[in-house]
């Protein structure tokens, strides 16, 4: 009994599931510790080519990483790669709960510098397949979403103003290599252990423990979780110390021009992205409403609990798309698993805008209205 215990409590320690369950059909002892009882009864049936002998699921050769190399070619054809849709390390997610915790009064001192549009975030997630179509039409050397057949979208200064509302002032991002005498100096103002930046949890817990206080130091932290993990995110999982210099003066913020700092670190993110790389650290998330923003929605089709009279007119933009509306526009846009483009894109950005000697459409109707003989 002692060695019998021992051997389980081992198997415990080392994170295994132990199955003592006992195969029914003629007696057979399930040999899967890790499935066990049906799921380990189903793969010892796939194994042996299915019940009957039919054809097992994985009785396919794979590769060195487990895949059928049949369906990994499949798809890297349809997303036109060798490899998988790069990574994205930034979210909304964790602004949004951080933002859904803070206090009215820090609410209004965010509004106060400008960034009130990021405490707008509507929804904590990104869908997948429409941020990858979102990436492949974006070119970095124009700066524009480029949709086929229906037309471009600039990814300019003012789209990212009229998205977000964040500063646009005449001064530059303090976005540097950090010094170590500011690392010291933010941990001593936060009470830092001598080491690692800490994680981005740890931040946000550190944020929600000042309670309702909305003074510089807070600012100066919850700034510190903007550009770490939205506006310019790296792929680590801790708070970037190149975002304290620019978030170590937060009222002078407002002077600086945000704005063209997320479409410089948009186009840089996209120009590094080699064969190597499979993570984009960037604002993607202004891509995917930016596109949504821009297409012709007619918001009367849409659930009345979504929209209002200030949904087509309200600034900045992020305070309409709310995740319902998302959601339904989506659904309204999308043709196919990973293919969207049903809906037109906005006048302004249509391809007949471009390409028709008159521009848009609407212009060639008032150009055509006007010399029509009056009655």
Not at 294 to 299: C, E, I, P, Y
Request: hydrophobic share 35%.
């Amino acid at each position: 009994m002692a060695r019998g215990g021992e051997g389980e409590w081992l198997r415990k320690a080392k994170g295994m599931r132990v199955s003592t369950n006992v195969g029914r059909r003629r007696g057979r002892v399930n040999q899967d510790p890790v499935r066990g009882g049906r799921a380990g009864k189903r793969a010892t049936n796939s194994a042996r080519g299915g019940r009957g002998g039919k054809r097992g699921t994985d009785s396919a050769p794979r590769d060195e990483g487990g895949r059928n190399p049949k369906r990994a070619k499949k798809v890297a054809d349809e997303i036109g790669s060798s490899g998988p849709p790069p990574r994205n390390r930034e979210s909304p997610s964790r602004l949004f709960i951080l933002n859904s915790g803070l206090d009215d009064t820090q609410k209004d001192a965010i509004g106060d510098i400008s960034f009130g549009g990021v405490l707008d975030i509507g929804t904590r997630t990104m869908k997948g397949d429409l941020l990858k179509f979102v990436t492949k039409c974006y070119d970095p050397e124009r700066s524009q979403l480029i949709i086929p057949d229906r037309g471009k979208i600039p990814v300019d200064v003012a789209s990212v103003e009229r998205i977000w509302g964040l500063p646009r002032g005449a001064g530059k991002v303090a976005y540097e290599v950090v010094e170590p005498d500011l690392v010291m100096l933010y941990n001593e103002m936060f009470d830092i252990p001598t080491g690692p930046a800490p994680s981005v949890t740890e931040w946000c817990k550190m944020i929600n423990d000042m309670g309702a206080v909305a003074d510089d130091k807070f600012l100066s932290a919850w700034l510190v979780v903007v550009y770490s993990c939205f506006l310019a995110p790296t792929t680590s999982l801790k708070v970037s110390p190149r975002a304290y210099s620019a978030a170590l003066n937060p009222r002078e913020v407002v002077n600086s021009n945000v704005c063209q700092f997320v479409v410089d670190q948009l186009r840089l993110a996209f120009m590094g992205l080699g064969d190597k790389k499979n993570t984009i650290c960037c604002c993607l998330f202004h891509l995917v409403l930016l596109y949504l923003d821009s297409l012709d929605v007619d918001f009367r089709t849409v659930h009345k609990d979504y929209v209002d009279e200030r949904t087509t007119t309200v600034l900045p933009r992020v305070k309409a798309w709310n995740e319902g509306l998302i959601k339904a526009v989506i659904k309204k846009d999308k043709i196919r698993k990973g293919v969207y483009g049903k809906l037109r894109l906005k006048a302004e950005f249509s391809r007949c805008a471009e390409d028709s000697v008159f521009g848009s459409m609407d212009h060639i109707q008032k150009f055509v209205a006007a010399r029509l003989p009056q009655n």
